[in-house]
């Protein structure tokens, strides 16, 4: 009886998980399927996150698509050192260019500091329930 309960609760958890990725995907396409660019820093780690999206939500592939033909990369002026200031002390990450260009912004203020790890951990997350969630993905 045990073993039953602790099954329902995952897959439960499962289940609100996948609601709220489905809700987050929603909510991703709703903002930027659209017409216009969509504004990024670090192009390749964006396009690569939406790619693992459809990877794992095909459902999602035409969308993610167009969000992704639309990108452009705000990082690509301080990489090409069209745009430099010592503040930026030789990086063009954002950690370095943001409080170099706004000196009242900095990642330090910021709960999560390491993005890369948050998206990284949420996607192998993702991909571990990825057989969980296509079974009982729920179609509008």
Known sequence: MIFFELERQNVDIIL?????????LDQLIQDCVTSGDILVYNISFERGKLKDLIE???????????IISRLKDLMLPFQKKWYY????????SIKFVLPALVPE???NDLEIKEGV???NTFLSMVICLKPFINFLF???
């Open 16 to 24: 609100q998980l996948q609601l709220k990725i489905r809700e987050l």
């Open 56 to 66: 794992v939500f095909p459902k999602y592939l035409s969308e993610l698509r167009v």
């Open 85 to 92: 200031t010592p503040e930026m002390k030789g990086s063009y």
């Open 105 to 107: 912004l900095s990642y």
């Open 117 to 119: 790890t948050v998206s």
């Open 138 to 140: 729920i179609a509008p």
